[in-house]
């Protein structure tokens, strides 16, 4: 399973990014859950949002209301559309395929980051 992120970029406080991932050398890509998590300079690796098969969602407090994750499986692709961008927000973000339990999300596979700067 290969995961290719892209969309980080810099941005200025206030503005919006849309992540892609698209997912290549998966089968049955429908049947996973997927989700981003992202790591900040100097912390620990975060959850930020994950999506079910049936497309179910899940974010962090940090995000919510700010960032939507959607699928479109015919393309093997998660979006992280990212809203009213702060600067806490700044962080390589990985996208991820795994199993999602309840509310607990499983990691299975991770891309290779694709770092988000927020700043004027």
């Known amino acids: 399973v290969q995961l290719q992120a892209s969309g980080g970029g810099l941005v200025q406080p206030g503005g919006s990014l849309r992540l892609s991932c698209v997912a290549d050398?998966?089968?049955?890509?429908?049947?996973?859950?997927v989700g981003w998590f992202r790591q900040a300079p100097g912390k620990e690796r975060e959850a930020v949002s994950c999506?079910?098969?049936?497309?179910?969602?899940h974010y962090s407090d940090s995000v919510k209301s700010r960032f939507t994750i959607s699928r479109d499986d015919a393309k093997s692709t998660v979006y992280l559309q990212m809203n009213s961008l702060k600067p806490e927000d700044i962080a390589v973000y990985y996208c991820?395929?795994?199993?999602?339990?309840?509310?607990?999300?499983?990691?299975?596979?991770w891309g290779q980051g694709t770092l988000v700067t927020v700043s004027s």
């Open positions: 991820t395929q795994g199993d999602l339990r309840g509310v607990y999300y499983y990691p299975d596979y």
């Open positions: 050398r998966i089968q049955d890509y429908d049947y996973y859950a």
């Open positions: 999506i079910s098969n049936s497309d179910a969602t």
